[in-house]
């Protein structure tokens, strides 16, 4: 079974300065992806970013990137630039690729943002 | 719009009464799932659905039911609630049910059982 850990229950960053939010996960799978979700006080789950396990690109997304090490298993994302809006709750998941698009999560990590 | 809806919103309950929490989705998507979120826990699936009259168990199965009588809907029914299904629950679709379509999320339900 896959399992995604994030240790770290809770960071602070200042407005226009750049953070990066851990995440490692454990498979046996060869492909796979891998997902940032937000979720902020309005509880509604946003997709940040996507990679593909076997693209070697680091997906980005504006202000959004991560830095994927599939041999460490490691997928971090880190936000540049941060604004209020940015702080929530962010999610790391992990889905394989076969039938049944189940999203295993981590426990998450509250991300506050500092004016 | 394209949108996942869940409703109600917010219910609280007592132990024993039976409820269920409606989902539907106006995308046409064949895969449909429910989750819950725990503090702590991150969110754990408790039944998905790949097509209508097909579903199964996710992780956390226990206490809970579900239908697929419709593409659109996927009704979670909670026959006899316990204050250990006092949950944040998210309802999810998505078009083929493998990872190349992403999960389109509901806005949630919490649901409170004393």
């Known amino acids: 079974a896959q399992t995604v850990t994030q240790s770290q229950p809770e960071m602070s960053v200042q407005e226009a300065e750049t953070v990066t939010l851990s995440c490692t996960y454990d498979t046996s799978e060869s492909n796979y992806y891998l997902f940032w979700y937000k979720q902020p006080p309005s509880r509604q789950m946003i997709l940040v970013i996507r990679?593909?396990?076997?693209?070697?690109q680091n997906a980005t997304e504006n202000r959004f990137s991560v830095n994927f090490q599939k041999a460490a298993k490691s997928f971090s994302l880190k936000i540049s630039d941060s604004q209020l809006g940015d702080t929530a709750m962010y999610f790391c998941?992990?889905?394989?690729?076969?039938?049944?698009?189940?999203?295993?999560f981590g426990k998450g990590i509250t991300l506050s943002v500092r004016p | 719009e394209a949108q996942v809806t869940q409703n109600p919103r917010y219910l609280i309950t007592v132990t024993g009464k039976k409820l269920t929490v409606t989902c539907s989705q106006n995308?046409?998507?064949?895969?449909m799932s429910w989750y819950r979120q725990d503090p702590g826990l991150g969110l754990r699936q408790i039944y998905y659905s790949m097509n209508v009259e097909v579903t199964d168990k996710g992780d956390v199965p226990e206490g809970y039911k579900v239908s697929r009588k419709e593409k659109r809907n996927f009704p979670l029914i909670l026959e006899s609630p316990s204050p250990n299904q006092t949950s944040l629950y998210f309802c999810?679709?998505?078009?083929?049910?493998?990872?190349?379509?992403?999960?389109?999320f509901g806005n949630g339900t919490r649901l409170t059982v004393t």
């Open positions: 998941a992990f889905m394989n690729t076969g039938a049944n698009s189940k999203l295993t």
């Open positions: 995308m046409n998507h064949e895969y």
């Open positions: 990679q593909e396990a076997y693209k070697q």
């Open positions: 999810a679709s998505s078009l083929t049910g493998t990872g190349h379509s992403p999960l389109h």
